[in-house]
């Protein structure tokens, strides 16, 4: 007889993408940033790891609250930090959704979602996109009428599009929350800044954002979430008490003040992105206009396995993602490639090799 | 009408000790480690900090657990780094405990087992601890009897006494898993080195060690559990993808590959401690015989939040404790000072300081 939980049993568990431990790879399958962190926040690391260490850090981190507050316009007390931004979205779930609570989101998008709607023991509903990435308009209504929380990426994962604010406040269910989770909001041509919140519902949006991404430190894990303080006292319950290290709070709060530094490297990557958008078209994909770090790349008539398989042969590491039980898909099963944007020289070597698997399958 | 769960709208949450954030503070509070870590673990982190921080770390923490693994004479499959101890005492809740499932702790103890046990909307079972710390026999049969899981911190807190191997293999319960909460465990005068783990029923305990208190890294958040590896494999489920840092894995197999600096400082606290508890028996203080880096102090007479109070007002930080619904204290209220075992001159202070509260009231 197993001890654990019935719905723990049950699951397989969460697989994050590869994250081979040897060099010499091309990886563009889990959206980091490929330019290093500001060097003041290898500073300040490095200044922290000289401090005292010994003492516990901040149980509030008070310091980058200020400094995530200052930047979104918001009062310090809107903001949680986090051991990530996955980290908020656990705390969020653990808040708010008992077994009899639904959990709803979008369908094709990041299943981490469902994941941690079953470690709640959730009830969970997907809410369809269709084939071009919109809603499906009765199952927002729904998810609205019968959802405790509606979690959202936007842009959305895997296909990169971004939502609107109106599309967005669609989905705020009627007696429950929503999560805008904007790990790649700072990838969109403009930007996000928090504005949503003053739009929405007072205390009815929770908006999650990660350093992992447009500030190169996926390695630091961190992350944090802005919401009206009712909701952010609640989370707080529910954290470990030291839930944010010395080190990452430093980290965060000095990416938060070099700002140029994360400007100029998501701007390079949107230059990359629009070039790579063009490569990837020119040799036969289908590729989704993209507002993230990433792009969804599907071919007519190829296997998206072969292809993955052909370029990881080559040490460059795709992301090969297959969905089932899209309506919209044929025999229900959707399947395609999200490809990070890497370097040029990144993106260059993975063209090349895009170029001789596809055409050798030919 | 509250979003929140029912039972985490009625939790007031789980209260850690003071973290005042401005300087001149003598903290004996929260039991933190007054010397430094390792050098080797600040070059560590420094490099660490020049490397590759735009990569996420490697999920399973690999070498962390192979250096852990390494200490401890267990395979690596036996381990699972986490943010904090903290975070694997929450895992395991998370994992282990439904709403119709019994947590058990020992009481007094560490509260914060029945805050994650709150947190669970779990039963909760305290299993009472008599006025000199032992076992009260018909409870640790209940509880062996009806428990999920049964967490118990040894040596214990507040008190600073160390169960007997025995005692811990009778509290193993029958359809359920022992938590052997280990946080304290390196400043025994005989420390533990996994040895229960071995005596144990297969895959019925689960040790879980920190990095904040022996190797003076509270700032870092890093612990880690030690179990069979099919209880690891279910833990491994519930924790998030990347729930451990590049830097605090880093600092981790820094901290152990150098355990003469963990060793020398477990010594340096040892003998402090032992002249504080005389110290303390001089002022009149009864002090149990401790086994952790701190003492438990009552007073026999004074009020030991005036005392307290006394001390924080010359900005002398303790832990002034109290627990309710206790049968063998006067009036079911136990209070008492837990105090941290600091370096000998912040004991000195403390000690000086101590002698005037305890004087001035006479």
Chains 1, 2 share one sequence.
Not at 155 to 163: A, I, R, T, V, Y
Not at 288 to 298: H, I, L
Request: charged share 20%; with cysteine.
């Amino acid at each position: 007889m197993s001890l654990f939980r019935a719905n723990i049993e049950r699951m397989a568990g969460y697989v994050p993408g590869e994250q081979p431990q040897d060099s010499g790879w091309i990886k563009l399958n889990t959206n980091e940033n490929p330019y290093p962190p500001s060097p003041a926040v290898v500073e300040a690391v490095t200044r922290a790891a000289r401090g005292p260490l010994n003492k516990y850090p901040d149980p509030l981190g008070t310091a980058f609250r200020k400094a995530a507050a200052t930047l979104l316009d918001v009062d310090p007390d809107w903001i949680i930090p986090t051991n990530g931004s996955d980290e908020v979205l656990t705390l969020i779930l653990r808040a708010f959704v008992d077994s009899t609570d639904t959990v709803a989101s979008p369908y094709p998008s990041y299943i981490l979602y469902e994941t941690l709607g079953e470690l709640q023991a959730a009830r969970f509903a997907r809410i369809g996109l269709n084939a071009d990435w919109s809603w499906n308009a009765e199952q927002v209504a729904t998810a609205q009428d019968t959802a405790k929380l509606v979690l959202v990426p936007n842009p959305n994962s895997p296909s990169g599009n971004l939502w609107s604010r109106a599309e967005l406040l669609s989905l705020v269910p009627r007696q429950g929350v929503l999560v805008l989770d904007e790990a790649y909001g700072d990838f969109a041509d403009v930007p996000h800044r928090g504005e949503f919140l003053r739009e929405a519902p007072a205390g009815r949006v929770i908006v999650t954002r990660s350093f992992s991404k447009s500030y190169s430190l996926a390695g630091v894990r961190l992350g944090y979430g802005v919401a009206h303080p009712d909701l952010i006292a609640g989370l707080r319950k529910v954290k470990d008490s030291y839930n944010c290290d010395t080190l990452s709070l430093a980290a965060g709060i000095a990416a938060l003040e070099d700002q140029r530094w994360m400007l100029d490297n998501t701007a390079k990557v949107r230059t990359t992105r629009t070039r790579m958008t063009s490569a990837l078209k020119a040799l036969g994909f289908d590729v989704v206009p993209s507002q993230a770090n990433f792009v969804w790349a599907t071919h007519p008539t190829r296997s998206h396995r072969a292809i993955y398989e052909g370029l990881k042969a080559r040490k460059i590491l795709v992301r090969f993602m297959t969905y089932r039980d899209v309506p919209t898909a044929v025999d229900g099963v959707l399947t395609g490639l999200r490809i990070s944007v890497g370097t040029d020289a990144e993106v260059d070597r993975m063209l090349v090799g895009m170029g001789e698997v596809v055409g050798n399958d030919e």
